[in-house]
């Protein structure tokens, strides 16, 4: 049994279920149900294959085996290839502030809401374990030095967006959009010829107040940041987007970035960009000319 | 610490995405997408009892030939055919009409509201094309031509729509531009002539004058144009609630005059004397007030409407429509709809002429008072995700005063305006491939 529910909406049929850690969505412009539950059965499946192949907490995945071959490469399979691949463009389309590497910073990092910011001494001691240049990738072939750790977190969730709507997409030609926690993908514009009406929340008031109303016919959209994790110590608030290359947050990180572009994954990494770019995040986002909103 | 942010690295990791996604990256903007053919057919048969009949078939495909743009071509046929007054009054004893081709004559009968036989066919074909211009702003342009025996008609618009407040409105600016051409069977009849007095034979050397004398018409055609300004706002209320407001503007110039419609000339007794062609003023100033509502309930929907309308013939018009889409499940939908129509009279309509002949005198009965109350029921049906079809039946029962107080001597026993009732009966389908 899959904890699907289905409902039927003014003009469409709603589709809830959990992956990922978090409340997802499938909307489909149609009014047979059993479209729907086909639908949204494909949709959980993919979304859970992607979780479970890439989370950093099972221990019977390509993840696992890279944290635990003790610096020996890991042969790793295509479709985790081209994550690999697009990591270490990502790595340097940014300078170095996309890194995979840098999840193990989350050993001392622990945003929630206290006063806890760690001691610089344990910050630095992680650095050596940070980095994407330590690691050696010649595909198809991963040498992980021992300690290091791989976090497909920055992009999992966008691709699995993606990916899902591949296969909803070859499943029926029904307009639809599907929604894994806040990041999601409009298959095409509704039968009717209009597009789908996405409400921005404000990330001050999830889920009660819109801050923009976006019409989208078809592309992805993606929003980084989250107000509710930071740690305040002395009047200064620590964001929990962190500069791989001082273990320190990025200062002057907006609170919430939502980008719109042609596909989930795009949007989600120019999101992420805008947010290690701090200050200057309005400014990157202008350069990059896509649709965006920013919440300082 | 802060870096200088990288410049455009969009256009990198849009190719990077496509690899990882396997998409053909020069389809990058689509997204895999396949472009839709939308294929719409229909058939609508309308019947005024005891006069017109008209079968109408259409054919409208709709295809996305780039990100948000679509281009649609439609396909209408008329085939007409029945009786529609001819304009005289009705008289106490039977009329002899000549037919607009002049080559017969018709009789009616006593007190019976003059009717002339006609079949006619019309094409029609049309093309829109709907072009993004930026993430805001949409255009539209549509181009027409049809084409019946005796008229043709060609017309272009454009509109543009501009989404403001985070989308929640739209601002709508449109302008059209239509010019007709007339040239009526038998020839064109000289305005406020005798009938049979002047035709001027067209197309066929050997027509058959009925009489000779009288003034000439100057040519066997004629045209008119029409312009149109639009403005309008569309506005998201809240979650169920949609409303628009629309004003437009237009004139017509021109050959406004139906050459097939006649004026009785009566005397003090309301006895006929005599047939005149009739006249209408060589120009309109049309203004028209739309608002309309949409609310969805959870499961249905309901359309209120009204329109305002008034031209400078004193035409006057009111219509206000109420639909009601009811959900029958997640497959089939019924819609009932109703519609009240008034409008008051054109200021040169008359019944009859008495007396001297005005400047301008029509008595075509859809220039004078008149109501219509229309009630209509939908029922479509959802057959998968792809193709869906429709019936749907209207009823429309038009009236108006049959005995104006203005009428004189005998025509105060005609029934001067009859009812009109009509039927109509659309079969739709649609599909996607």
Known sequence: ?????????????????????????????????????????????????????????????????MHHNHGAPVEVDDETAKLLDYADLCYRLSEGLFDITSGVLRKVWKFDG??????????????????????????????????????????????????????????????????????????????????WRIGIDDPDATGQQALAQLTLARGGVATSGDTRRFLLKDNIRYGHILNPKTGWPVHAAPRSVTVAAATCVEAGMLTTFAMLQGENAEKFLNDQEVQHWIVR | MQLTPPRRIRDSLTVATCSLLSIDAAHAGYFDYESLWNIDTAVLLYSEQ????????????????????????????DAMSGATPNGAAPSSTSQVFTSPSGESRYTTAAHALPLVAFTDARAAVSVDWELPLSRTLRSQYNANFSRETDYSSMGASASLLWDVNSKLTTLTAGVAANLDQVK????????????????????????????????????GSKTKNAYDLLVGVTQVLTRRTLMQLNYSYGKSSGYLTDPYKIVSVVNTSGVTQDYLHEKRPGTRTRNTLYWKTVYH??????????????????????????????????????????????????????????????????ADLRLAALQSNTLGLRFAHQLDTDSSWGLGVDYMHQTGDAHPANAVGALKNEALFSDLKTMSVTADFSMKF
């Not at chain 1, 949204?40 to 192949?53: H, P, V, Y």
């Not at chain 1, 940070?130 to 750790?149: D, F």
């Not at chain 1, 967006?161 to 909803?168: E, I, N």
Request: contains cysteine.
């Open chain 2, 297 to 362: 309930l959870p499961e249905d929907v309901v359309h209120v409407s009204y329109r305002y309308y008034w031209d400078d013939w004193d035409i006057k018009s009111s219509t206000v429509d109420l639909t009601y889409r009811l959900q029958l499940g997640t497959h089939f939908y019924l819609e009932p709809h109703y519609r009240y129509y008034t409008q008051t009279a054109a200021n040169f309509f008359t019944h009859a002429i008495v007396g001297n002949v005005p400047a301008f005198a029509s």
């Open chain 2, 50 to 77: 005891n006069r017109v009949d008209v079968v109408e078939p259409v054919l409208q495909i709709k295809k996305e030939i780039g990100e948000g743009e679509f281009l649609t071509v439609k396909f209408v046929y």
């Open chain 2, 184 to 219: 009526p069977t038998g020839g064109l009849p000289t305005e406020l002539s005798s009938v049979g007095m002047n035709v001027v034979p067209v197309n066929n050397v050997n027509a058959r004058k009925i009489e000779d004398g009288g003034g000439s018409s100057g040519g």
């Open chain 1, 114 to 195: 206290s006063d806890r910011v760690p001691a610089a001494q344990d910050i630095a001691a992680l650095l050596p374990s940070i980095g994407w240049s330590k690691v050696t990738w010649r595909k198809p072939h991963l040498t992980l030095p021992a300690g290091m750790e791989i976090d497909f977190g920055g992009i999992g969730k966008e691709y699995a967006v993606d990916k899902t709507a591949q296969l909803l997409r070859a499943a029926s030609n029904t307009s639809m959009v599907i929604n894994l926690g806040g990041d999601l993908f409009v298959t095409g514009r509704r039968a009717n010829g209009n597009p």
């Open chain 1, 1 to 65: 049994m899959t904890a699907i529910t289905l409902e039927h909406r003014d003009d469409y049929w709603l589709a809830r279920f959990l992956a990922m850690g978090s409340p997802c969505e499938l909307l489909v412009d149609t009014g047979d149900h059993v479209l729907v539950a086909k639908l949204a059965e494909i949709a959980f499946s993919e979304a859970k294959r992607i979780e479970q192949k890439f989370s950093r907490y099972r221990d019977d995945n390509i993840v696992h085996l």
